[in-house]
């Protein structure tokens, strides 16, 4: 069965500017070298779209979108095991990597385990560029990262999982190629950094770690004064939205304006000029705002410009949704509520993993696919499972509309060094994904692993960012902090008591394991519950489900969070197969189950018979 979405008729004017820079972009660099993927366990059907020419050319920065741009994916040269003191000038660039993919994935090429890498490559500067400054973006690179430009360090950056920006024009020769190397250190379990689910021995709830480049890379020209960050704040009750701006570049320029415009579609609704000190933040109304929600995820589109005193300017365009979270009380029971309602949030736990390209996906379209197909189960959020997404997954979140719980990634935590290491990854993660309205809740620490001083930080992400709700701790070791008290419960749903302050949730159950031959990471499989039919799948979740609506009434569950979207290496227990060739459950009752709906549930069967689709795009078993 293939499946027609209605909503992906009309696509989002900033994809539409993402597809324009497209045709703006000159080729960073002729692709002649021959790539293949390594020969990995399993593939999705997006890897044979993969190739040095278009992997991922999207713009890759949706809420902050520069028209004239450089992506720096494709092939570049590569060496492995280089010691960290080596001159990189001597590394032996023996292999060839198809970046952003990670060096322990099929679609990289190299599928090696290394702990120090170092990459290669070069490109020209267009000659149109002349005269700006040119910054160096990173994704993400895991974990630690130097960036040398014609042999000099321009910049370094410890994190696995939040971006980061190098401005290298005083390295830049005047014409032809320049260098580019960047330096990568990652020991992975053998660290103290976050680092989520990754060990260097793959097994059980714990998956193939990721090493060095794993997000796109991409230049871009700025004025010598830019826009260097805006933090978006959403106040519907106000009809406003509250925009800060942060400067980027040389100090001058005081006395510079801002352009701000808000368009509703085609409707333009704001178009103002405003000359204020650098940091200040802008009050821009938003009068009879529509509100975003998983229902109608309703979006505003944003174009900033800052003016120069020099006459330069730098235009960037955003975007916006309108939505309101809170924990309060609907008269009983403490519970989550979405711009004045309350909204149960039933949504899957999703390890953003993918068989061949690890913690990078294929595609943007295989990215996409990923809520797509929640959203066609009947979910209405997403646990984010301690790990950070590209910035497109989440404008992708925020496009199809749902809601999204973010995890911190874990760490060991042990000393005082790892534990300033968590604490900065966790202000650049709230950051980076302040702007984007589908995501609801951070959740600090998972199930007690790597926690420490829980009570702190856990008040200084809420006074950090109050817009949003802040769970302490995701199963079993609640410190009685935050907006929610979380439990985890296997395979059978249960509910904590709601409290006077906070709103009780089920952060993880389920775990319901049926192994599909042919789609297999490995013969070794396990999961919490083994299921041999999806009709018998099908009839667990639906039992399961109705005892989740029970206590939805009875003591008050607030959210629920299904383990899990898809099988992940060993782990069998996903809705989908880990390549996504297969919707195990039916799933017209599964999304029934999710939204509470019960009355279409068959009689018991008399004979089940198996027969696998021989489709190749994803199917629901029926």
């Known amino acids: 069965m293939r499946y027609r979405r209605p909503w992906m008729k009309s696509f989002f004017p900033v994809f539409l500017i993402s597809l324009l820079s497209l045709s703006l972009n000159a080729p960073a660099q002729e692709q002649k070298e021959k790539w293949d993927p390594a020969s990995g366990p399993l593939m999705t059907r997006w890897a044979k779209r993969v190739s040095p020419r278009n992997v991922h050319s999207e713009y890759p920065r949706p809420q902050m979108v520069r028209r004239d741009w450089m992506n720096l994916n494709g092939l570049w040269q590569l060496s492995l095991d280089t010691p960290p003191d080596l001159n990189p000038a001597e590394a032996n660039y023996d292999q060839t990597i198809l970046v952003p993919f990670p060096i322990e ?13 170092t990459y290669r490559r070069t ?18 690179v895991d974990w630690q990262a130097r960036v040398l430009v014609n042999g000099v360090l321009v910049g370094s950056h410890l994190g696995g999982y939040d971006p980061f920006s190098v401005d290298i024009t005083s390295q830049l020769k005047p014409t032809g190629p320049q260098e580019l190397i960047v330096q990568a250190y990652d020991p992975t379990d053998a660290g103290e950094q976050p680092r989520g689910k990754q060990v260097k021995k793959p097994g059980g709830i714990f998956y193939t770690p990721v090493t060095g480049i794993w997000q796109t890379v991409w230049l871009e020209p ?7 960050r805006l933090a978006l704040t959403p106040d519907v009750d106000g009809e406003r939205l509250q925009m800060r701006l942060e400067v980027g570049g040389a100090p001058h320029a005081l006395g510079f304006e801002i352009d701000a415009e808000v368009r509703d579609g085609l409707r333009r609704i704001l178009n103002r000029r405003m000359a204020e000190p650098r940091g200040a933040t802008y009050t821009l109304p938003i009068p009879n705002p529509k509100l975003w929600s998983p229902e109608r995820p309703h979006l505003y589109n944003l174009k900033v410009t800052l003016r120069n005193p020099d006459g330069s300017t730098d235009t960037v365009d955003s975007y916006f949704g309108m939505r309101k979270v809170e924990v309060k009380s609907d008269g009983t029971v403490q519970r989550l509520f979405l711009n004045g309602k309350p909204v149960f949030h039933m949504g899957p736990l999703d390890q953003g993993y993918w068989p061949d390209g690890l913690y990078t996906a294929p595609t943007d379209d295989a990215l996409r696919y990923d809520i797509e197909v929640t959203k066609d189960l009947g979910f209405n959020a997403i646990r984010k499972h301690v790990k950070v997404e590209p910035a497109r997954w989440y404008y992708w979140a925020d496009k199809l509309g749902v809601l999204v719980w973010q995890d911190m990634p874990s760490g060991n935590n042990r000393t005082p060094e790892s534990q300033a ?3 900065g990854e966790l202000l650049n993660m709230i950051r980076f994904l302040y702007n984007h309205p589908s995501v609801v809740m951070w959740v600090v620490f998972n199930e007690g692993w790597g926690q420490f001083d829980t009570e702190r930080i856990t008040r200084w992400v809420k006074g950090t960012d109050p817009s949003r709700i802040v769970s302490n701790a995701s199963g ?44 297999l990471w490995s013969a070794e499989n396990w999961g919490y519950q083994r299921i041999n039919t999806p009709e018998k799948l099908t009839r667990r979740y639906e039992e399961m489900l109705r005892e989740v609506y029970r206590l939805k009434e009875n003591p008050g569950l607030s959210a629920a969070i299904y383990t899990q979207t898809t099988d992940v290496e060993t782990e069998t227990n996903g809705l989908l197969t880990y390549d996504r060739a297969l919707i195990k459950p039916d799933l017209r009752r599964i999304a029934d189950a999710n939204r509470g709906d019960f009355s279409r549930v068959p009689p018991p069967p008399v004979n089940t018979t198996v027969v696998p689709s021989p489709q190749k795009e994803p199917v629901s078993w029926r």
């Open 105 to 117: 994935s099929a679609l990289s090429g190299v599928m090696k385990r290394s702990d120090n890498v």
């Open 222 to 228: 700025v004025p010598t004064t830019y826009i260097h």
């Open 476 to 519: 079993w070791t609640d410190r009685n902090v935050g907006d929610v008290i979380d439990m985890h419960k296997y395979p059978d749903p249960g509910s904590p008591q709601p409290e006077p302050n906070r709103a009780a949730v089920l952060g993880e159950f389920g775990g319901l394991s049926l192994p599909i031959p042919g789609h």
């Open 123 to 140: 490109f020209e500067v267009p000659e149109r560029w002349r005269g700006q400054r040119i910054l160096l973006n990173f994704g993400a």
């Open 421 to 423: 290491l968590f604490e």
